[in-house]
């Protein structure tokens, strides 16, 4: 009678085992997201803006299409808006950094300050 015993134990462990991953599993998915690290831009500005600079600026890649350019300015202007408690120099850098990811700088630093 010991075989049997033996067999019902071992289905009986199998069982709890499938039942303690199935809730694992559904509380791994039902978690929040957690939040990505994200580098931010560190530093000054160069004297003449790159487009590397002006890619780190609106946090797109230096390859970006011009919608998401847009919209990437967009996003940046919102947080950072002279109207609403934001910097004017900011802005015009922001504003800077999308003509030069969309091709329409004219030289120099076209900011005002």
Do not use: C
């Not at 499938?18 to 939040?35: D, E, H, I, N, V």
Request: net charge positive; aromatic share 8%; hydrophobic share 40%.
């Amino acid at each position: 009678m010991v075989p049997p015993i033996i067999a019902g134990l071992a289905v009986a462990a199998a069982a709890y085992a499938g039942r303690y991953g199935l809730r694992a599993w559904q509380a791994f998915k039902a978690r929040p997201p957690t939040a990505r690290l994200r580098r931010f831009y560190d530093g000054g500005f160069q004297p003449t803006m790159t487009r590397r600079e002006a890619a780190l600026i609106l946090g797109v890649r230096e390859s970006t299409a011009a919608e998401k350019v847009k919209e990437a300015h967009r996003r940046v202007m919102v947080a950072n808006h002279p109207d609403a408690g934001g910097s004017h120099y900011l802005a015009s850098k922001i504003n800077e950094a999308k003509d030069v990811m969309l091709g329409r700088t004219k030289g120099g630093s076209s900011s005002a300050f």
